[in-house]
């Protein structure tokens, strides 16, 4: 038979009521407190989320800041070659170059004046208008009667021309027109026009180039000079 009386439960019950009391009072972790913590609890996850991702990105753009180096250094080993076999080019040329033209012709004879003119020529073609010009100019001052004397004088305008020196060079390609002999006549009117065109002169050019056409029906530049007209 149970003999236990009811009074004996009360303990317990009063301890289960203390508990639930204690809760209630505040003397456990409140509901705002837990929900402060799970905040930044996530934010410290967020955060390092984001470092992750940044960390990733960096890595990224190392990478391809580190093809980009490899590219530029490969660009730069090629382009140091290239200055290289350039010099040595140079250097090449600079020991196999002529001379600087002779500036005191006078006296010469016309088989010297003849083979000076062509290496004037020579130098022409090669680009070297400075020492073309200088060369024309001695032969065009030597003294000596030479049917090219005319010639002489024409190629210094356009050694000039080549210089880009285009106003001298009018001023050489008119005095073509002082000699008697006419065989470069409609050269240097064709290059008069060109020198202005290069300056810009448009309005002059064009007037120039109609003289071409009136002049020198029959000259082998009335093609180009009509070509000319057409674009201005």
Same mark, same amino acid.
């Given at each position: 038979?149970?003999? !236990?009386? =009811? ?13 639930? #009391? ?15 913590? &799970? ?5 410290? #996850? ?10 990733? *990105?960096?890595?990224? &753009? %190392? ?35 002529? =001379? ?25 073609? @090669? /680009?070297?208008?400075? &020492? ?14 030479? =049917? ?9 305008? *356009? ?7 285009? /106003? ?9 027109? @002082?000699? *008697? ?5 409609? &050269? ?10 290069? %300056?810009? @002169? ?10 071409? %056409? !009136? ?18």
């Amino acid at each position: 038979m149970r003999t !236990d009386h =009811p009074i004996k439960c009360f303990p317990y019950i009063g301890i289960t009521a203390l508990i639930i #009391v204690f809760f209630l009072s505040g003397c456990g972790p409140s509901r705002s407190v837990i929900e402060d913590k &799970d905040r930044r609890i996530q934010n410290q #996850v967020e955060q390092i989320e984001q470092l992750q991702h940044d960390n990733a *990105e960096l890595r990224r &753009d %190392l990478a391809q800041l580190a093809r980009e180096n490899r590219s530029l250094n490969a660009r730069i080993a090629e382009l140091e070659k290239q200055l290289l076999e350039e010099r040595e080019r140079l250097k090449a040329l600079e020991e196999t170059k002529e =001379p600087s033209p002779r500036t005191d012709l006078a006296g010469i004879s016309v088989r010297e004046f003849d083979r000076e003119y062509n290496r004037a020529l020579n130098l022409f073609m @090669n /680009r070297r208008y400075e &020492d073309a010009k200088n060369l024309f100019t001695s032969l065009l001052h030597s003294g000596v009667e030479h =049917p090219l004397i005319m010639n002489c004088q024409y190629w210094i305008g *356009e050694s000039l021309f080549g210089m880009r020196e285009y /106003r001298q060079a009018i001023e050489e390609f008119q005095k073509v027109f @002082n000699y *008697e002999s006419r065989l470069k006549y409609d &050269d240097a009117q064709i290059m008069t026009a060109n020198s202005y065109f290069m %300056l810009g @002169n448009k309005e002059r050019a064009r007037e120039e180039y109609q003289t071409l %056409l !009136d002049r020198y029906p029959n000259s082998e530049y009335v093609g180009f000079a009509r070509h000319r007209l057409r674009e201005m």
